[in-house]
């Protein structure tokens, strides 16, 4: 269960949602690993059971994850969630900024061991070229990392100016823009925007209950059903009541 500002597991053997250091979708010095074709929204249908499709649909063991959104809340329509998430991307990129600006380059993050600022900043930079990179190919198939970053001088140029291009390169997209990307890049830069604001300040705000809600929303919608043949996964059974607390947002995963 991930609530605003805070995080627990749910489950026998639960672990966090979050994954260190690059997220679970872009993981530094790898190829990531593909999620497997649009996945429909859980807010579209309450009731129904949705499983991923496509060729990275993983039934290794003959099992896939699958869950039922049972309450949550978005916004209706799928262009005023673009757009939500969109304006949190907007909104935490220009908050990583300022804590990144306020840090040393050289000083050590807290919530990602062996990292400084100054590799925190060329992750977050390289992340959002690479999803100019996937919108302009027309795949929700993450690229591998973008780009190498520049010297110091010019490093918090350089993130400014890829934020930037992100942003446009969403909106000349419109009306065609995937839900993957968007949501995607609210909650990678969301997570690093916390991190940054640990290694500046020592202390860190906490996130919009609604964004974590659907932060949690997407780990079980999106990157749960391609992890299904692997421990732990693989050999778990029964079901999980996912639940954020301050929100009501619930899903069932069997």
Known sequence: RRTAGRWSAVGRGGASARSLCGGLLFPEGHRADPFGGTIPGHHDDWASTVEPSGPWSPRRGGRATRFHALTGWLPRTRRARRDWWVAALRREGAAFAEAAGAAHLDADVPSCPGWTVRRLVSHLSRVHRSAVAGVQDGTIEPPALAARPPDDGRLLGWYAEGLDRLLTVFADAEPFLPNFWPRRMAHETTMHRFDAELAA????????????ADGVGEVVESM??????????????GDVLVECSDTGDTWLVR
Not at 224 to 237: D, I, N, Q, T
């Open 201 to 212: 300040y020592a202390r860190a705000g906490g996130f919009e209950a609604a964004l974590a």
């Open 224 to 237: 749960l059903s391609p992890r299904a043949g692997e421990e732990p996964l693989a050999s778990a059974r």
